[in-house]
């Protein structure tokens, strides 16, 4: 089975870092994914990580380490628009079930 | 290039009525799922396939029933409408799991309500 934890929310200033934390538990890791959902919409896929180390796309850097079952999402230049959910789904290697965490909210104010 | 389809994107239904949710894809991914969201609780699974004529059952499949007789449909069946399922259910898709970065692309959802 797979345990995946993460804080339920929090607040950031328009043009800061924010940095969201992912903790799992699996009997077989095959990839963790990170997900963006606004209210009322889909998740929209951000990053994936399958080895240890940093995963950097503009904005949005990921990181992974599985010997810690640990993962965080680094959001720089924090916009508006970048207050949404965010979700960390981790890949089952057995069965390839894809579990979700509950989510992380992010709020930027101005 | 639609990508993952649900219709409808909102239903209420009566306890103990039937329905059929439908989820069509257009990306010839293998893998397609059924998620259901609630507040609180985050995305559950309910079924997956990775192939036509396969079907296996997530986290939470009681209620619920599926059938993959084509690679692009994967329709979620409620047998029995129970005010426990009023949720948002979000159709997924992807290709085989296993293959580099094969994230789950996301249906728009559908607001079901029982009453």
């Known amino acids: 089975g797979q345990n995946i934890d993460q804080p339920t929310e929090m607040t950031a200033t328009e043009g800061a870092i924010v940095q969201i934390n992912c903790t799992y538990q699996?009997?077989?890791?095959?990839?963790l994914f990170w997900y963006q959902q606004h209210a009322g919409e889909a998740p929209t896929f951000l990053s994936y990580?399958?080895?240890?180390g940093l995963e950097e796309k503009g904005r949005f850097s990921s990181f992974l380490s599985r010997s810690k079952g640990y993962s965080y999402l680094l959001l720089k230049e924090l916009q508006m628009k970048d207050s949404a959910s965010y979700l960390c789904?981790?890949?089952?290697?057995?069965?390839?079930?894809?579990?979700f965490g509950k989510g992380n909210q992010v709020v930027v104010i101005p | 290039n639609a990508g993952v389809t649900q219709t409808p994107k909102f239903q209420v239904l009566k306890t103990g009525q039937s329905m059929t949710l439908q989820c069509a894809q257009d990306?010839?991914?293998?893998?397609m799922s059924w998620y259901r969201q609630d507040p609180g609780m985050g995305l559950r699974l309910i079924h997956y396939?990775?192939?036509?004529?396969?079907?296996d059952q997530g986290e939470v499949p009681n209620g619920y029933n599926v059938s993959r007789s084509t690679t692009e449909d994967f329709p979620l069946r409620l047998l029995s409408a129970a005010p426990s399922q009023t949720s948002v259910y979000f159709c997924?898709?992807?290709?085989?799991?296993?293959?580099?970065?094969?994230?789950?692309?996301f249906g728009n959802g559908t607001r079901l309500t029982v009453t």
């Open positions: 997924a898709s992807s290709y085989m799991p296993g293959t580099v970065n094969s994230p789950l692309h």
């Open positions: 990306m010839n991914h293998e893998y």
């Open positions: 396939s990775v192939g036509a004529g396969i079907t």
């Open positions: 990580n399958v080895l240890d």
């Open positions: 789904a981790v890949r089952d290697e057995g069965n390839n079930r894809l579990a």
């Open positions: 699996t009997s077989g890791f095959n990839g």
